[in-house]
């Protein structure tokens, strides 16, 4: 246990949402007790985590009267002072009042679309005020059952004139926040826009301020699309928007699990950790995930526990890969460079394209030769599996 301890420069973090989930599910009532905002903040302190985020009505109820909240904000606040948490992410609960049944910016309804942007500005002062740099959007309402009620179009123009308005809200308050999009596909409703990382990425080139926009990608929403969650991952790297990372685990095809992070697919959870880690991204590892049903409060610190653990131990298997003579020998052998054809590949001249044409090409030669893949696939897992 000891060796894989978390430390705040590992940015390990928790919604008070995941923490604080008592199991309730669509076919079964509550398993655990509540717990205060500033109690979970104990109980990540306990565990070791850098950081918890919040929703606005996780911190405080939508119907609190204002000396309630401000209350509950010095208790918060007092428990952010002992335990040394930090506040990373903030973000709005838009989808769990009835008002938001038919999305709350690309509602049919221009008061609900109003109301939730009243909501999502008074949602970011709170977290402004607790620190948060980044400033999470995801629309679970924000789609439809039936494609009678919407057009698709009004529906992108609805929620890019909200994250405009957003943008211009942060930049006239001088808050040092950037803004992330989390996509899911479906899950609570029937389909969700902008459906996937990918999605997100061609909106945000959209926008007024696309400098200001990053995305969110969490692994259980693109599992769940069927999608490779590492290539979602990379993609948004490569182009300046890894912002943020949802961590969980999930089994394709499925319902949304939230399943402790590693503890599916731990192959593809060494491939994500591998990725991050070796391009040195710099930001929030936050588990967005919550303990079984089964659990109490005891299961749910475990549970907390084994997301970081299970992150630490992959990280350091990713740099034995690294290190590893067998494995690097192969990858070398792999990506071998080979100077006749660096002098006619690249970026286009006509001298180039005349000089590709002219080549002769061994077609049957080049396709017959192995490429070790099994090999290689074969150490990394005798690898994860502890076997060098
Ligand atoms: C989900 C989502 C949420 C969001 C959270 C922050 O599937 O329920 O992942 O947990 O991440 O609402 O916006
Ligand atoms: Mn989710
Ligand atoms: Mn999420």
Redesign the pocket.
Known sequence: MTTYQPKPEHKFTF?L??VGNRGRDPFGAEVRGTKTPAELVYLLGEVGAYGV?F?DNDLIPIDATPAEAETIKNSFRKALKDTGLVVP?A???L?FDPIFKDGAFTSNDPKVRAYAMQKTMNAIDLGAEFGAKIY???G?REGVETDSSKNPVDAIKRNREAMNFFCEYVLDKKYDMKIVL?A?PN??RADIYNATTGHMLAFIATLDHPEMVGV?P?L??ETMAGLNFMHNVAQAWEAGKLFHI?L?DQYPGRY?Q?LRFGSRDIKAAFYLVKFLEDVGYDGSR?F?AHAYRTEDFEGVKDFARGCMRTYLMLKEKASQFNKDSEIQALLAEINAVDPMFASVTGKYSAEKAKALKAMNFDRVKIASRGLKYERLDQLTIDLILGDR
């Open positions: 919604g949402w995941t985020n929703h992410m973000t709005t609960n989808f999470d959007f995801w679970g989390e899911k899950e609570p969110n969490e259980a929403h949802d969980n949304d939230d936050h967005d």
